[in-house]
């Protein structure tokens, strides 16, 4: 009986794993949605943002968690050697702008954008889906150049990887 069991229990493992379609290389689906920092709500433009230097972009799972709120206190921590890069660090989950406001200033200590996309048209386009919710996102990063272009991804369960492996793709970049 385990036998028989085995492979459908290995593919019910392998389909809750994030597969992240956009490759190094790829286009980065430009967006505008509504968005905070320090909880004050403006619209962000990723094509504008880009014409200012690279952009740091990750999706987290749910404001005000525990592992969303310890990436959020990471990355703001780490935003001010991102800007010294010349990067720009935002961040995308599906919760509401206004839950997200709170969290600009809260969790993220007023140093990053984090942006609201409640239909999950963004999430879907970087295929950032969770596999166990596809309205909510996983728990991935992207690095997109001034070009447009899919630099870097990252993907996995520990917010300071994220933190760690993007700074380490933006200094690659700016070669630093």
């Excluded at 963004?122 to 150049?145: F, K, W």
């Amino acid at each position: 009986m385990l036998r028989a069991a085995a492979p459908w229990l290995a593919a019910a493992l392998l389909s809750t794993q994030a597969q992240a379609a956009l490759k190094v290389g790829d286009s980065a689906p430009a967006f505008t949605t509504p968005a905070a920092v320090a909880g004050k709500a403006f619209d962000f433009d990723m094509a504008a943002t880009l014409r200012k230097g690279p952009v740091v972009l990750y999706f987290f799972p749910k404001a005000f968690t525990q592992g969303c709120t310890l990436e959020a206190h990471a990355f703001a921590e780490a935003t001010p050697r991102f800007a010294a890069l010349g990067a720009t660090v935002v961040g995308m989950s599906h919760d509401d702008i206004a839950t997200l406001k709170r969290f600009s200033t809260e969790a993220c200590r007023d140093q990053f954008a984090v942006a609201s996309d409640p239909q999950a048209a963004t999430i879907r386009a970087y295929d950032a889906s969770a596999a166990a919710n596809p309205q909510r996102a996983d728990r991935i990063s992207y690095v997109i150049g001034q070009d447009g272009r899919v630099k870097f991804v990252h993907s996995g369960p520990d917010p300071d990887e994220h933190v760690r492996q993007t700074e380490a793709a933006v200094r690659k970049l700016a070669g630093k």
